[in-house]
């Protein structure tokens, strides 16, 4: 197929929607909630280690401005990558977060949504998003163990 665009009953997928259909999938399960709370607490004691305050709460009910400032903190921490520097003043959040997952090499980049991203919270996106931070605190953990 020469076009990039293909052609539903729905209308067009374009090349970033059937990407995330060939997106590599996240091997972890994190939808039981047994593994939210081990993910959430792993988070929590991470940034304790740092003194940078992050309750439990934030981790297994967030708002989107929990998220973002909980993302935001490990990213820094991770990459040196201050949120508004991929896209600048006029860039979306959403567009940030995925511009610095796919800066970071997240290996599951392709499988977040900007819809995951605007609804963080919900019980759909949330599980993903939460393994997600628990994979930059796990990266650091494997660099630099804690001090």
């Known amino acids: ?9 729905g209308g067009h997928i374009g ?11 996240d091997p972890r399960d994190p939808r039981p909630r047994v593994v939210r709370d081990r993910l959430a607490q792993d988070i929590v004691d991470f940034c304790e280690l740092r003194q940078h305050s992050v309750m439990i709460r ?4 967030p708002t989107g401005t929990q998220f973002y400032n909980i993302f935001k903190y490990l990213v820094m921490q991770y990459a ?5 520097e991929m896209l600048g003043p006029k ?8 511009a610095i997952l796919r800066a970071c090499q997240y ?6 949504s900007k ?16 393994a997600m931070l628990h994979w930059f605190v796990e990266m ?8």
Not at 15 to 25: E, H, I, Q
Not at 117 to 127: I, N, T, Y
Not at 140 to 147: I, R, T
């Open 107 to 112: 290996p599951f980049a392709d499988s977040i």
């Open 80 to 84: 040196g990558i201050k949120f508004g």
């Open 140 to 147: 650091m953990n494997v660099s630099s163990p804690p001090p």
């Open 115 to 130: 819809s995951h991203l605007q609804a963080v919270g919900s019980a759909q996106s949330w599980p993903n998003m939460l």
């Open 58 to 61: 934030e981790l297994l009910q």
């Open 91 to 98: 860039g979306k959040p959403e567009d940030e977060v995925l």
């Open 15 to 25: 090349v970033g929607a059937s990407s995330r259909a060939n997106a590599v999938k």
């Open 1 to 9: 197929m020469a076009n990039s665009v293909m052609a539903t009953p």
